[in-house]
């Protein structure tokens, strides 16, 4: 029994993709702290409950996106719960609205009328992603990386300071357009009905798209400290992800698949880098 037990929560963790999730809550913390510095302990519950509708949302857009793409994972990934059966996907729609409804509710109850609005809209989005822009190739890569940059500003509007994330969630959502178009040169051959931009455009012009995404990003990287919105400690971690970023998209034509993973730990050690500046 506690292994079947076990089996299932692996194979839930595997659709939610909780470290997907745990970046959003980081990058929420983050982005509170910036907002008010050390004074974060009084806005613990705003902050809390912001990192826990992100969490949701996350989780839900994920599951969202594993019964759009059933189809086009028995090739991608067949080793998927749903395309495997062990989750039924009416069991995963189920999941995916719960956790969309009960983040409407806490960013409602517990944050403000503003954070309740962002996080509808950011359903909103991520349905249309899923249904409608993600077939569209780039919009679709638009739109998922300005949901990526929101978080920033949601972290904002929990601890009511929102100014100083405009320049980070520029910064954020060039970052993931990069990934973003990365992992469409890299699922070229199973995404039968998508028009995304390498299937459109070649996979040299992508890639060139996803470098100038990159380029952009570091070259904005140091403005949160020209600016005075991070400190000096701030400098060495964001040139060791902006190295990163660049050696990734160095890679996007012959290697895609590893560009894609050295990307996601550029901007992990990004989220980290906006950690120590705002922290030290």
């Known amino acids: 029994m506690i292994f079947i037990f076990s089996v299932k929560v692996n194979d839930w963790a595997k659709i939610i993709r909780p470290i997907n999730g745990f970046m959003g809550i ?3 913390l983050i982005s509170g702290f910036i907002g008010v510095g050390f004074r974060l302990p009084d806005y613990y519950i705003e902050i809390s409950m912001a990192a826990i509708a ?4 996350t989780s839900g857009g994920n599951i969202i996106n594993d019964v759009v793409d059933i189809e086009t994972d028995r090739v991608n990934h067949p080793e998927r719960p749903l395309v495997t ?3 039924s996907v009416k069991s995963a729609e189920t999941a995916a609205t719960a956790s969309f409804l009960a983040a409407l509710l806490i960013s409602g109850a517990f944050i403000s009328l ?3 609005a962002v996080v509808a809209l ?3 989005f991520l349905i249309l992603y899923e249904f409608k822009t993600k077939k569209l190739g780039f919009s679709g890569n638009v739109m998922i990386s300005i949901l990526v940059g929101l978080i920033f500003v949601f972290g904002g509007i929990a601890v009511h300071s929102v100014r100083s994330m405009a320049i980070l969630f520029v910064m954020a959502s ?3 357009l990069s990934r ?3 992992k469409d040169i890299q699922d070229m051959s199973g995404d039968i009905d998508r028009k995304t931009l390498p299937k459109i455009y070649g996979v040299k012009i992508s890639a060139g798209i996803a470098t100038i995404a990159v380029l952009i990003a570091v070259v904005l990287s140091y403005m949160p400290y020209y600016l005075g919105i991070f400190r000096i400690y701030y400098l060495l971690p964001v040139a060791i992800s902006d190295a990163l970023f660049i050696f990734s998209v160095s890679m996007i034509i012959q290697h895609p698949d590893t ?5 996601k730990i550029a901007m992990i050690v990004g989220l980290a880098s906006f950690a120590l500046g705002g922290i030290l």
Do not use: D
């Open 180 to 182: 973003e178009i990365i």
């Open 259 to 263: 560009s894609q993973k050295i990307s």
């Open 174 to 176: 060039l970052a993931n």
């Open 54 to 57: 992100v969490l949701l949302v």
């Open 85 to 87: 059966g062990r989750i």
């Open 26 to 28: 980081i990058a929420t």
């Open 114 to 116: 503003l954070a309740l």
């Open 122 to 124: 950011a359903e909103v």
